[in-house]
């Protein structure tokens, strides 16, 4: 699965691309996911089979890709499908600081949406940081809403984490 958007191409990322992701993530969070992270989440997908209804696996990254720049994955978002709930949690969307403010992460997030409500997802939820003013403009955006709080839920900052909802329903595709 990828699709263009030019000039990049999103992808679903694999087992080969848990090196890049890391150094991505490393740039773009303080408490940044390891390789062997990564390759733990892609070895827990290897065991997952194609549905009908879905070809995502239950731990999925999309990647974001840009053949012009020397470090071509410029962006990535992870999420969690949980088929059975007819639910999926984004965890991250990460953006190179030199591609941010370009509309990737917006991009990317639809993608994800559509692909999840193809899927018959009909809700997703998230943690973000309250201070965090980028990415809540982004998820509002989409029409999530916020449903709870997580008290001290970032530890390198002890910063809590506003728990947001959104029903794919009313997203349009």
Excluded at 3 to 29: G, N, W
Excluded at 59 to 71: A, F, I, K, P, W
Excluded at 150 to 159: I, L
Aim: net charge negative; charged share 20%.
């Amino acid at each position: 699965m990828s699709s263009v958007i030019s000039p990049y191409t999103i992808r679903l990322l694999a087992m080969e691309d848990a090196a890049a992701l890391a150094q991505l993530e490393s740039l773009c969070f303080p408490l940044a996911w390891t390789c062997e992270q990564y390759q733990k989440l892609f070895t827990a997908n290897a065991v997952w089979q194609d549905r009908e209804d879905c070809l995502l696996p239950p731990m999925t990254v999309l990647g974001v890709e840009n053949r012009d720049c020397e470090r071509n994955l410029v962006a990535y978002l992870s999420l969690g499908i949980y088929h059975d709930a007819g639910e999926l949690e984004i965890y991250n969307i990460a953006v190179s600081p030199v591609w941010r403010c370009s509309g990737i992460a917006t991009k990317l997030l639809a993608m994800a949406l559509s692909l999840a409500v193809r899927c018959k997802i009909q809700t997703a939820f998230l943690e973000v940081r309250p201070s965090n003013v980028a990415a809540l403009t982004l998820y509002e955006k989409f029409g999530f809403t916020q449903c709870g709080r997580r008290k001290g839920y970032y530890t390198d900052t002890g910063e809590d984490a506003l728990v947001m909802r959104c029903e794919l329903g009313a997203v349009s595709q």
